[in-house]
């Protein structure tokens, strides 16, 4: 592909983790548990957004992130490695570490380490970089959680310098956040079935998902279920996703992040959102072949984009 249709994309990954995954022949819950191998490397819902987009072919792509403490050390120095661009608001708390377990069956056990409320001159800095830089961008994603117990303030106030500027948002997160799709705007709504049942209080997926196009008058609402049936309402269509079955799935990590990443640099490049959507379900699908968020091989994602079924209906 080429890459000069690329547009410039600033993702916000308030709450990086440095990831260790380690791998089991068997998870037994109550006893010692000796792991064959370990994968570490810096992750969270942002930067796994990022390096999915390195593999798309996007160099364009720029993170606006928080860390602190030796673990934020090296996560930064891991991303100045992997050539992972970004704009880092130093806090005195320490980045948290997150374990993933995965045993030989794929079932997956993770263990998070918390994480702590950014202070004021902390959010301060982070939308001051924002404000000076949201103009030398063409959109905008919100990647993922906020640290334990911050604020929705850090992502409304983002939100208002989003619209400010008239560009596409991206949101891919879901605690407490009515205050920021309430802002309104070119705004995208990604999230997964359960998430999207909780923000709807609706027990229908797509029940949930015109509830909330039409309450917030949304761009478009996108839904996926791992390997399950995806789901993506706009332009007063649904759209359906029947995803291929995948033989030796390493890690299903990550796949959500993918997913964002693919779906919003085609979108904003001039893909149709469908077509957009069905790409980065497939990027989803090839990372979980890999064991890093994020990473995955294009010509595998090519592939498996040519086997996703998709059905279309007049809402």
Known sequence: MNNAKFKKILALGPNPAWQKTLFFEELRPGEVNRAYKIHSFASGKGINFCRAAGCWGDPQVELLQFAGGDTGKRLCACLEDEGIKNRTVRTEQVTRTCYTCLSANHAMTEL???????????????????????????????????????????????????????????????????????????????????????????????????????????????????????????????????????????SSLGCGDTNASIFFTEYIAGAPPEKAFAEGLAAASANCLTATCGDFNRKTAAKLYEKIKIHATVL
């Not at 202070?119 to 103009?135: A, F, M, S, W």
């Not at 997964?192 to 709807?200: G, M």
């Open 112 to 250: 998070i380490e918390p994480s702590a409320p950014i202070n004021e001159d902390e959010i301060r800095q982070y939308h001051d970089i924002l404000r000076q830089r949201v103009k030398n961008f063409d959109g905008i994603a919100f990647c993922g959680t906020l640290p334990t117990g911050s604020s929705i303030e850090i992502y409304r106030r983002a939100a208002e310098i989003v619209r400010g500027a008239k560009l596409p948002l991206l949101i891919d997160s879901w605690q407490n956040i009515a205050p920021v799709l309430e802002v309104g705007g070119d705004i995208i709504f990604k999230v997964n079935a359960d998430e999207i049942k909780i923000v709807a209080g609706e027990n229908d997926v797509v029940g949930a998902m015109r509830l909330l196009l039409d309450k917030y008058g949304l761009k478009a609402v996108a839904v996926t279920d791992g390997p399950g049936k995806a789901f993506l309402v706009c332009s007063g269509k649904l759209y359906v996703y029947e995803l291929p079955v995948l033989d030796k799935i390493v």
